[in-house]
């Protein structure tokens, strides 16, 4: 079965998440955004009130007749289905538990440069925008790294990986956070290598996995750009 | 075996969904920061980095050895457990996927009154939330409430529930955000009843369930108030 991957055309975003799941399971999958009129086929999906199962927002996923959104929904599907996670319930809610921790901090990445509304540019909350990202930077960052440090140096089977001995989808979302946030934060995320080590081990250690790494290295991975959730304004990484 | 849910001693927050669903399944629970003592040895979980599966914050859920985190994920495990949801993987997967855009708006609601930062207090981001809530009244709640109409209104088996013929956590959940949303913005709310009257209906429907009506009128459940997520300031619901 193809799946059909729905989320906008020109960013990373939440969709990248699902994206290396797929590409780490070598789903056959198609974005469907980026081929031609894939994006007002997703519009469509998104606005038809009819729609039993109509997703809230992007990213939402194709599989056979079902629609499946909310990203770390997606990812509790995918991980079940391709080996991404434990098989057992305790296993497979701790992951999930750590994916759902990890959307709350991306929410918080992405409120660093839209704090008033997402409708609004960034131009027109940059003030507010400055003193949500030196909060951020100053004491959710550090809280939110430091939380996933500490699982994975109390993980029993090694820092290896967050969940057990093998590796998971809240791995490849963990080293999406650290690449987003250096690209975001290099000020911030300059001290980063000392103070959670195991992080950024995890980082390095999922960039390398052989299906990956050809991911990253082809025209599939999208550069990181100031439309999507990671942006990169000198102003807000003092 | 009893539950033991670590939330907040003072407010309804997210603690109050896990709460809903406890009370609507029967379960015996015990509110441990509501018992002596109870509030540090919650803080002393959220604080001990040595512990395995260590939630990121409450509210958690004690399950005989297990410790369970993230509102949704215990929502998802209660579901299950309890028959508040559908136990085929499809059904699970979209009350559950409601349930993290139910999350997503709890969110935006939060931020109405601290959009700079959790950390400080509401006077001292007033401006700021000003913005923000004008936005989220204007914008976002009809965004949100109009797609929780919609669901009930393309669910084949009726507009009683958000999913199938049967009550579920997300019934649960959505009445809390109804409740919540009445008492915070009684302006921006005082056309619902005309503009999603089958979210209102839903609302008005899950009061009266035996056990809920029973909970509501017990002092297990606390007022809504100015500590917890959904905070009345009559300058942010103009």
Known sequence: MRYELYYWASIQGRGEFVRLALEEAGADYVDVARTEGGEERMMALLGD????ERPFASPFLRAGKRLIGQTANILLFLGARHGLAPSGEAGRLWTHQLQLTLADFLG???DTHHPVAGGLYYEDQKKE???RAADFVANRLPRFLGYFEAVLAANPRGPAHLVGARPS???????QMVAGLQYAFPNAMAKAPRR???VVALHARVAARPRVAAYLASDRRLP????GIFRHYPELDR
């Open 169 to 175: 989808y809240v791995d490849l979302s963990l080293f």
């Open 129 to 131: 925008a400055k003193r």
């Open 108 to 110: 918080e990445v992405h």
């Open 224 to 227: 990181f750009n100031r439309q």
């Open 196 to 198: 959670y080590p195991h």
């Open 49 to 52: 009130p009819t729609l039993v």
